[in-house]
């Protein structure tokens, strides 16, 4: 079945530093790919998405760009803020599923 | 615009009780679901429905009923709670296949 994989945390950084969080796949076809983000004692939201092959989503400083050939969705932010401290989770929905298959998630902390 | 509402933000039951964690979504979105959050686990589906008087399984749906009576409304019910359903439950609708989903603040719920 889908699985999602991505970079177990805690990750701990210092305001201003470059941040990667990876994310690989597992789904047959071509799934549509997604970041949320969830913040303290909030819902989940989304924060970018990519639909196929070399697409590249990207919103408030975060990027990821969708690679077929390695399966991966890995998340980028050149410079984080302390506001950026959230729980970033990768999911996927596979053809014309609704059901998202999500990451474990991965705790972002970021100190000032 | 309230987009998807969860009720009630907390609640605490003892073994064997019975509730109805309640989803009400404004954007008549055809696709509701419901997810539980737990530690180290990300978000696993439990129920879901394509439209009104449509349900389906997820990945966790024993000890959980659902039924989707309208559009709007997409409640979870707990018919005898266990402590292994002490969780956070989140509801998310979605317009469409492969769309974006959205979520609600979720609802904590301890089981004594």
């Known amino acids: 079945g889908d699985s999602v994989t991505q970079m177990e945390g805690p990750v701990t950084l210092s305001e201003e530093a470059f941040l990667t969080i990876n994310c690989t796949y597992t789904?047959?076809?071509?799934?549509?790919l997604f970041w949320y983000v969830q913040y303290p004692g909030e819902g989940l939201q989304l924060l970018l998405k990519?639909?196929?092959?070399?697409d590249k989503g990207s919103n408030k400083g975060f990027e990821a760009t969708y690679r077929k050939e390695t399966t991966s969705f890995h998340l980028e932010k050149g410079s984080v803020q302390v506001s950026d401290s959230a729980v970033y989770f990768c999911?996927?929905?596979?053809?014309?599923?609704?059901?998202?298959?999500f990451g474990k998630g991965t705790l972002l902390t970021v100190n000032p | 615009n309230a987009g998807v509402t969860q009720t009630p933000k907390f609640q605490v039951l003892k073994t064997g009780q019975s509730m109805t964690l309640q989803c009400a979504q404004d954007?008549?979105?055809?696709?509701m679901s419901w997810y539980r959050q737990d530690p180290g686990m990300g978000l696993r589906l439990i129920h879901y429905?394509?439209?009104?008087?449509?349900?389906d399984q997820g990945e966790v749906p024993n000890g959980y009923n659902v039924s989707r009576s309208t559009t709007e409304d997409f409640p979870l019910r707990l018919l005898s709670a266990a402590p292994s359903q002490t969780s956070v439950y989140f509801c998310?609708?979605?317009?469409?296949?492969?769309?974006?989903?959205?979520f609600g603040a979720g609802t904590r719920l301890s089981v004594l």
């Open positions: 998310a609708s979605s317009p469409g296949a492969k769309n974006i989903q959205y």
């Open positions: 789904a047959t076809g071509y799934p549509s």
């Open positions: 990519a639909t196929k092959a070399d």
């Open positions: 999911a996927l929905i596979r053809g014309s599923n609704y059901k998202l298959t």
């Open positions: 954007m008549n979105h055809e696709y």
């Open positions: 429905s394509v439209g009104a008087g449509i349900t």
